[in-house]
């Protein structure tokens, strides 16, 4: 459960002040899957940022799961996020001097689980990625495809109930970027709620909802039958 | 979790080769430096520490007043110490008498000439504590007839045979019988011996028994509860008893002082006690230039670490997102910095380990503490905690505070504060190394301009010859034979050759009879200043054809005729009488210019020269020409007259630089030091380079692509890094000035610091550091500018 009222959030650099978000109210309920749309520069990683505890709103509230965490420190909100919120990035994001294996097991390491549990959780999610095979190599010797299914295996192995993906397929062909969104709709099916960024009204197809943003404000918002 | 720290910090280090390599290697070189004045230091503090009763045990000083100056000197005579322990029998427990003499050793056909002869009374060894290999401590040395050896001396003189019970012959008098042997000295002992003779042999003898001479030093050993302070208070009555006679009739004063065991070491050294010394202001600079290398070190490790750190912002940014704590990252760069220091650390004791016989050979002694001591390893752990842990906080503290999307967005900007804080590091950086450089420079040109002084004597070509008993018998015989030698210019018997020996004697003077005059002494024969190349200033020289000079004429120094108030041409005619040596009163008969007797380190001192029998040296001045030829003449010579006597001599010059020798040796020290901290200071510069130009790659290629020309370029990489070593040159000059204007002062002749000295530090470092620079900025600047834009 994902409650947001009236966020703004404003950026202040010594010239300028950039209003990013201006008064964002949205619900998502779980197990939802949720597409955001809208020109580039008009917010949506911002949004996403605060959606995933990564950054604070300038104002407004944000109930996430019945805990109000709008005021919250990078302390608290660290402890919320760990294990709750897994993420996907345009970009990847892989840990280069980690193999693939050590990069998904990073979460869980940050999670305390004990090491047998560990190893049955990230050969799983490896297994679902279909980067078993792939374990012991580094984020450079693979593929587009294969770093971001490193990346979702990275985002799901604590098995989180939410996951956030920033233009998941930006960086991939279509092949690959079908493979993803097919990736995430299973997910999706098996419980996860899903906020995702995207350009692509193909991919946004695989959402229930789309949410669009114009200059830091909703303002269409369509559901899927 | 850890595992994975490690991990990550291991294929760092491995991924980053240039960085890794500037930090271990910067660290190790400062370790490894700093190890070594460690030990240095340890083996200073350390010296006489290794005596079971070191708390208790005091050497009795004589002092005296010289012309207004206090004077503490360690020699006393043979008299004082069996009154001292009758008189303070509840005092003192025990006294040693240590009588440190030249001897020749013969054995059979072989005769040596022992310089570290030791006269000491029976309980020696028991009273310090020298161990003994064989023998037993407390009975040794009973039987007069009974000598001992250090392990080094008895193979010189035995090879492999066991030399207990074997018989030595000693000045060719003595028969004793070798009953222990002791272990080598130490280099911490300011005692050093070879050769340890009972001094009961000597007893029936005129000179050990009265009271005025000088010949040993006095050691004692006090009860537990006796205060030093207390007991130097009961001295005066003790002298008055004892010496108030001599002392009236000399008109002179002296006390008594205790110095103890563990101030003896660091006292000033003087040609009146000729025991080894140490100087703390040596220890004190070695220790400030240990701190300062570990510092440009530690720079180096920070200023790099967190250029490193910024670098992996993506990997940051990544764990805050995976769950990250801040206290997480901070652990995982501390430990980082803390595997680089471990390793570091590691590879710093293998390398004092292959160093050490250097470094013992640049020392001129082997440093008694080994390299595997335990306080050094104490010392490496608090490298590793300061270093590993405050090194690498900064980077720490700093990356993990920001929000991760701060740091996921890439690059974080390590902000005005940030390079700020670089920059000054570097300053001091290069402030170190500048002011290192001119401090070496300073010394180094210190010590040539003491070599290359006008001593004011003919140096060169000269031999010295010790003057022993048969060569004393038959000393004009042995003078007329050499003189009538074509390769020798000149021969004279004195006591003391310049840089060597001179006494301290009270004259008296002409119309001050008030005046108790103390000056230095030399006796001699009437070749002294011809045979020295001394200069008359005004009177004559000692002359044959005057046969009253030997006994009524003497000549003396500028320093002394001005010392007592005279103009060099006034002193002429006027009247000395050395108190102890003279029966009548002598005429000064000619001054001559003052030349450097002493060591440059001292003043200049009051000389009076008179003919004496108390001929110690023979000086011989050869003729230019084929010195190997002419020293052979010399010793078929010595060998008439003195054929159980080794020839051992040692050139006039030679003399001077050991003189200087140990100054000579810290010198070369202290400079590897600098040049070593100058290679730290740049090894840093050359990652800031790396970095700078690596972080401008892009920035680099589009100027190009817009018409920047290659030395545009550099200049604008270079311009940047070489701002703070040019400040830190402008900080660095007048604190060399300074520091090193008041450590000339120790001198009495001093160079000037001439303005190219600061210049060539100057231009060194900045050189250095532009070479430095200039290596990264060419290379950035030559590439391909498609290699650059594509970087991103
Ligand atoms: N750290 C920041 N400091 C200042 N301004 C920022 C910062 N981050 C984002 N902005 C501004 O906020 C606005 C929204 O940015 P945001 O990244 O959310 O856009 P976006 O919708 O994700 O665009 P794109 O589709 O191109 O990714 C932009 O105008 C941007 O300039
Ligand atoms: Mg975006």
Known sequence: ?225 | MLKNYLKIAWRNLAKNKVFSFINILGLTIGTTCCMMIFLYIMNEFGVDKFHADKKNIYRVMRGFDMNGTKLSVPYLSGPYAPALLNDYAGSIKKAVRVMHNYGLVTLGNNSFNEKKLYVVDSNFFSFFTFPLVSGNAATVLKDPASVVLTETAAKKYFGNQDPIGKIVELDKSLKLKVTGIAKDVPSNSHLDFDMVVPISNYANEEWIKIWINNNNFTYVLLNDNVQKASLEKSFPKFMDKYMGKDLARFGAKMDLSLTPMSDIYFEPHSAFDNVKHGDKKVVYIFLSIAALILLIACINFTNLSTIRAVERSKEVGLRKVMGALRNHLVYQFIGESVLITLISCLLSLGLLKVLMPVYNHLLGYSLTISWNAAPLYLFLVGVIICVGFLAGSYPAVFLSGFTPIQALKGKLKLGKGGSFFRQTLVVVQFSISVFLVIGTIIIMSQMRYVKNMELGYNQEHSIVLPVNNDMYNNRQAFKNELENLGSVASVSYMSGEPGGFFDMHTLKAEGRNDLVWKTRTEFTDFDYVKTLGLKIIAGRDFSGAFSTDTTEAALINRTAAKSLGFTPEQAIGKWVQNTIRDDKKRRIVGVIEDFNFLSLKEKMDALVITPNDDHRVVVIRLKSGNVTAALAEVKSAFAKISASYPFEYTFLDQKFDELYKTDIRQQTILSIFAGLAIFIACLGLFGLASFTATKRTKEIGVRKVLGSSTQGIVVLLSRELLKPVILATCVAIPAGYFAMNSWLQNFSYRTPMHWWIFAVAASLTIGIALFTISFKAIRAALMNPVTSLRSE
């Open chain 1, 1 to 225: 459960m994902i409650k947001i009222a009236n966020m703004h959030k404003v950026f202040s650099t010594e010239e300028v002040e950039t209003t990013a978000l201006n008064g964002i109210d949205m619900d998502v309920r779980d197990g939802e899957f949720v597409a955001i749309m809208g020109p580039s520069g008009c917010g949506k990683s911002t949004l996403l940022n605060i959606l995933g505890l990564l950054d604070n709103p300038s104002e407004g509230s944000y109930e996430f799961y019945g805990t109000e965490v709008a005021k919250m420190s990078e302390r608290q909100r660290a402890q919320i996020r760990k294990g709750n919120i897994g993420f996907v990035f345009q970009s990847f994001n892989l840990i280069d001097e980690l193999t693939v294996y050590e990069n998904v097991e990073l979460p869980l390491l940050y999670l305390k689980t004990p090491p047998a549990e560990r190893k049955e959780k990230v050969e799983a999610a490896l297994t679902r990625m279909n980067m078993m095979h792939r374990r012991n190599h580094f984020p450079q010797q693979l593929s587009g495809g294969q770093q971001q299914r490193t990346a979702i295996a990275r985002a799901v192995v604590a098995t989180p109930k939410t996951i956030l993906a920033d233009e998941p397929t930006g960086n991939l062909d279509s092949k690959n970027g079908e493979e993803v969104m097919n990736l995430l709709s299973q997910l999706n099916a098996a419980g996860t709620t899903i906020l995702m960024v995207t350009h692509s009204p193909y991919d946004a197809g695989f959402a229930h909802r789309i949410v669009n943003l114009f200059d830091g404000k909703i303002v269409t918002e369509k559901v899927h039958v």
